[in-house]
Every structure is written in C-alpha cells, then in structure tokens.
C-alpha cells in the first residue's frame, strides 16, 4: 500500500523540481494559476503543478488513442495511393476519441452543434 512520504523525500523532490524544465512553460502555468486566484513566486510550486498538468495531458492522449484503437478505426488513416510505400501510421486527435478519454477523467465536453 502507500506509506507516507518522509520529509528528506519531499525535500529531495523539491530540490529535483529546481532542475526539471516541463514540457509546459512556467510562464503559461504561473499565468493560469494567477486567473485561478494562486498568485506565487515559487518556481517549485509553479513546476509542481506544471508537473501535474503534463501528466494530467498525457493521460488523456494515451486514453484517446486506447479508444481509437478499440473502434478499430486507425486515427488518420487516410485511403490515397499515393501514401502507398509509407507504413507508417499518423495519429489524428479527434473529438470522438478525445470526448470518452475526457468523460473517465470526469469531464464532459460536447461538440457544437455546427461549425461556422
């Protein structure tokens, strides 16, 4: 089970954020989370949640493609001829992919109605 996180180990983390650069810019996080209220100036902190985001982010990817390939519909396949001697497969985000990953996380997202 879990045991629970001494303080050297929270305080090594801490130390490793100080060297991590995320995928995610700081400046991008430490903005949303000022329009959230969090004004800070901790770049540890401003990490950590940058850290959360990415994992967050990629979770839901993963989980889109598992559902792409369940429909058994190859994202972004395309039929042409022309792309005969290419193998390789390119993965195309779609809403029906995206909408289920995100409704297992909690959020539900609808598509318009029409787009303009």
């Given at each position: ?75 972004g396949s395309s039929g042409s001829a022309g ?5 390789e497969k390119k993965n195309c985000l779609r ?22």
């Open positions: 089970m879990n045991q629970p996180i001494s303080g050297d180990e929270l305080l090594n983390f801490f130390k490793t954020l100080d060297d991590y650069t995320p995928t995610l810019p700081d400046s991008l996080t430490a903005h949303y989370l000022s329009q959230a209220g969090l004004h800070t100036s901790d770049p540890r902190i401003i990490r950590l949640v940058s850290l959360a985001a990415q994992k967050f982010i990629t979770e839901v990817a993963s989980d889109a493609l598992t559902h792409s390939q369940m429909r058994g519909n190859p994202a792309n005969k001697k290419s193998k809403m029906e992919d995206l909408q289920p990953a995100l409704a297992d996380m909690g959020i539900q997202v609808k598509k318009p109605a029409y787009y303009m």
